[in-house]
Every structure is written in C-alpha cells, then in structure tokens.
C-alpha cells in the first residue's frame, strides 16, 4: 500500500499525505510546500508516508 502512496505522491504530493494521515497539520503543510516548489512538497510527502 506504501508504494501507491509514493507513486500518486510523485503525481500529486498532498493526495499520498491525505491517504497516510487525514486531514491535518502535515496534509496543510504538504500544500503549502507543495505550491512554494514541487520537490519539496514532494520531499515532504516522501518522508510522511515513509516515516509510518
């Protein structure tokens, strides 16, 4: 399941942090990252959903 995460995270980074963890700090987090430069909306999505 991890690696569908990673996957719809590399095509859209805030989807596979909203599949890991809701609606939260880190789903908001991963959104504005994510609007400031891809990668490191990217980046961040990476380490949330590996992190668990």
Same mark, same amino acid.
């Given at each position: 399941?991890?690696?569908?995460? %990673?996957? !719809?995270?590399?095509?859209?980074?805030?989807? @596979?942090?909203?599949?890991? =963890?809701? $609606?939260?700090?880190?789903?908001?987090?991963? %959104?504005? !990252?994510?609007?400031?430069?891809?990668?490191? @909306?990217?980046?961040?999505? =990476?380490? $949330?959903?590996?992190?668990?």
């Amino acid at each position: 399941m991890d690696l569908i995460r %990673i996957i !719809l995270s590399v095509i859209i980074p805030p989807l @596979g942090v909203f599949l890991q =963890v809701g $609606i939260g700090k880190h789903f908001w987090l991963n %959104i504005l !990252l994510t609007l400031l430069g891809y990668i490191p @909306g990217l980046v961040h999505a =990476v380490y $949330i959903i590996s992190r668990k």
